[in-house]
């Protein structure tokens, strides 16, 4: 299984952004996960088959995660961003596929 993510860049505060994650097999879960410098990494959201999500409280009716099965495509669409969102962002799907990471820096 391979994962792609993509989608981040230089946002100011209060924007926002749609990260992609696009995988080139089959999964029942997949995470997103964020790492700021110094920092360890961090779950941010949780989508599971069936559609179930969860999501770190400092995200919570911020972000959305979604998926498109037909694209093999996991989004996470972050609005209201914050100085403290930036970081490295990951998908993954439990326990070992990792994607390549995706920075997004909010700034102004």
């Known amino acids: 299984v391979q994962l792609q993510a993509s989608g981040g860049g230089l946002v100011q505060p209060g924007g926002s952004l749609r990260l992609s994650c696009a995988v080139s097999?089959?999964?029942?879960?997949l995470d997103w996960y964020r790492q700021a410098p110094g920092k360890q990494r961090e779950l941010v959201a949780i989508i599971m088959s069936g559609g179930h999500t969860n999501y770190a409280d400092s995200v919570k009716g911020r972000f959305t995660i979604s998926g498109d099965i037909a694209k093999n495509t996991v989004y996470l669409q972050m609005n209201s961003l914050k100085p403290e969102d930036t970081a490295v962002y990951y998908c993954?799907?439990?326990?070992?596929?990792w994607g390549q990471g995706t920075l997004v820096t909010v700034s102004s």
């Open positions: 097999g089959t999964f029942r879960r």
């Open positions: 993954n799907i439990p326990p070992s596929f």
